[in-house]
């Protein structure tokens, strides 16, 4: 009986540690979320992938991962963030990323533009979003496109 009890609280007490335990994503996803400071939500792997899913029915896609921008009306090339802030300083921006496991982030625009190098080290591509408003994509060889939806 006793040994019964034991396992049992074993049990519980592994499955209160895996409850418990914060997923890892990386050194470079940790230094991302330093860097963004104390206003940023990482949302939930579960979340993110609902979010995933409703980032890709909304915005076009071509096969290989880039936005399809012909299929975007009204959209142009900017050489750095810094020439959007009049229009997104305000702005809540989502944070998606092409490649890995990396969770979404929900954060100011500002906190954005202080993080961008550590932003953009996550992940080859990366996708900052105003749901229904805006779409800009970070390609990895530079080039940065803003969209208006």
């Given at each position: 009986?006793?040994?019964?009890?034991?396992?049992?609280?074993?049990?519980?007490?592994?499955?209160?540690?895996?409850?418990?335990?914060?997923?890892?994503?990386?050194?470079?996803?940790?230094e991302c979320i330093e860097a963004l400071g104390d206003e940023v939500i990482v949302y939930?792997?579960?979340?993110?992938?609902?979010?995933?899913?409703?980032?890709?029915?909304?915005?076009p896609f071509t096969k290989w991962s880039?936005?399809?921008w012909s299929k975007i009306n009204k959209y142009k090339t900017?050489?750095?963030?810094?020439?959007?802030?009049?229009i997104l300083y305000q702005e809540n921006i989502e944070v998606y990323w092409s490649y890995g496991n990396s969770p979404v982030l929900k954060t100011k625009f500002v906190n954005i533009i202080g993080a961008?190098?550590?932003?953009?080290?996550?992940?080859?591509?990366t996708f900052l979003?105003?749901?229904?408003?805006?779409?800009i994509e970070v390609y990895h060889e530079g080039e940065i496109t803003l969209g208006y939806l």
């Open positions: 009986m006793e040994n019964n009890e034991r396992k049992k609280r074993l049990e519980l007490l592994l499955e209160r540690q895996k409850v418990n335990q914060k997923p890892e994503y990386g050194p470079l996803f940790e939930s792997d579960s979340k993110s992938k609902e979010f995933y899913d409703l980032f890709q029915q909304q915005i880039r936005i399809d900017i050489h750095n963030l810094k020439e959007v802030t009049d961008f190098e550590e932003l953009v080290a996550v992940s080859s591509d979003y105003v749901p229904k408003k805006y779409v």
